[in-house]
């Protein structure tokens, strides 16, 4: 791939890891552990390409309410291990990699919030690859805050048009 026709900013949205569980007949939350390994793989992919931005839809807020409370908690305690392991990637300082959560955060445990807080504060520097990840996100939910923010802006005289 020429590198002058690799795109800036990639969006995926992470999803069939439960229905790739379900062809192997395996329990879905396998189906998770085995996504979260291609998302590592990504994120190689991704150096090597010098893609500059990269935004990873991983959790809907549709799916944060309707799937099974034992998958939820798997998938939580999943993302609690794979942003740990994150966290201390020597790859996160050596390719200066900038990590974002966006999405309804306030939906997740205290714990899991402090992690993703952590990270986000311990590579808000980093300028080569940012990687951004959706979680309880939905576009409903998204054009709503923003109008709300710029009401906001607005209602305080904040906002430059």
């Known amino acids: 791939m020429e590198v002058e026709k690799v795109p800036k900013h990639i969006g995926i949205i992470l999803d069939g890891n439960r229905r790739f569980a379900k062809k192997l007949m395996m329990k879905p939350w396998m189906g998770h552990e085995w996504g979260a390994k291609k998302v590592e793989k990504l994120i190689e992919w991704s150096i090597k390409y010098k893609i500059r931005e990269l935004t990873l839809y991983a959790l809907s807020i549709q799916n944060f309410f309707s799937r099974p409370k034992n998958e ?90």
């Open 72 to 161: 939820l908690k798997y998938l939580f305690n999943l993302f609690k291990k794979e942003l740990g392991n994150l966290i201390n990637d020597e790859k996160i300082d050596k390719y200066k990699i900038k990590i974002n959560f966006i999405g309804r955060l306030n939906l997740f445990d205290k714990e899991l919030q402090k992690l993703m807080k952590k990270i986000m504060e311990k590579t808000k520097n980093n300028n080569n690859l940012t990687i951004n990840f959706a979680v309880a996100y939905g576009g409903k939910e998204e054009v709503v805050d923003a109008v709300k923010k710029i009401a906001q802006q607005i209602k305080k005289n904040k906002l430059d048009i």
